[in-house]
């Protein structure tokens, strides 16, 4: 169902998307479906017509606006040295801040704020599932990240507008973790990538006001079989049109496949996507100096991820892609 257009906001006759933080795949996927179903999409963004660095912009263009998607952040594929751990947190947590004060100041709100949070935000699972209205929350850097970043979203009084977090589980699309998974399998290295001992470091120690866990790096013994949560894009893109439009979904939400997979299984459905007859397996001591070339972090690919979506499930959303192989045949196929 499309909102009702609003009459403010320079006297648009469409109702107003605001979409910030759209430079990934993500955003463009989104955008499109707006415009499809009759809304006038703008942006915020770094190189967008409203920046960061312009609050009265941002107040103008949020003021009367139907709805609000924030996906801004700098991205976690890097090296996690003190520049970019702060930057990650930074980027996260400034540009929610940005955008909430600018929705608690207009005289006419969005009725729908949501933003990008992540699936990372839950423990090392191998022992049960998280759902995102029992999960349990983890320790340690990216953790840390998450949590600082949905304080920040859900700080303060916003009577008129319904705030949802989008803990989103890894992505399968067009975007940079598919292709590096893909390209890995092409050229032969599509085994289990199987988690271990390493030399101590405290990359993934802890970050922000309070920061949690030990500062150190900490190896489990998951085989290659730590859990895969994840979800295809096109499911993303409906989830959130499925949320704008069921108004009692509010706090978070995960977006995430019902049938999260392991890491085994995953590289094993890549390789017969891309047609490799083998594909060698990596473990830590392996992965970590390749990481670091690769300018990247083993905890991408090593933490065990296990989430399922509990909320979306139990409001009746119907997945368009539930099972991994056809998600990965689907996308291999584009």
Known sequence: MTPEPTATNLGAA?????????SGFVGPAIADAFREDGYDVRFIGRSAAVTWDDAAAIAQLIDGSAIVI??????VNCRYNDKNRN???RSRVE??????????AASAPPAIWMNASTATIYRHSTDRPNSDDNGELGKGFS??????????????DLPHTRRVALRMAIVLGDGPATNLLLRLARIG???????????????YRGIGPTPTGSGRAEGHKTGGRQKFSWIHLDDVVSAIRFIRDADTIAGPVNLASP??????TLMGILRKAVGAPFGLPAWRWMLEPAMGVLRTEPELILKSRWVVPGTLTEAGFTFEHPDLADAVADISGR
Request: glycine share 12%.
């Open 143 to 156: 953790v840390d990240v998450a949590r600082n970043w949905e304080n920040e979203f859900f700080e303060g």
């Open 14 to 22: 469409q109702p107003i998307a605001v979409i910030a933080g759209a």
């Open 70 to 75: 924030n996906l801004a952040g700098k991205s």
């Open 189 to 203: 290295l599509g085994g289990p990538q199987i988690d271990g001992w390493w030399f101590g470091h405290n990359r």
């Open 87 to 89: 930057e990650i947190l």
């Open 259 to 264: 049938n999260p997979s392991d890491n085994r």
């Open 95 to 104: 540009t929610t801040r940005a955008l909430r004060e600018a929705i608690a």
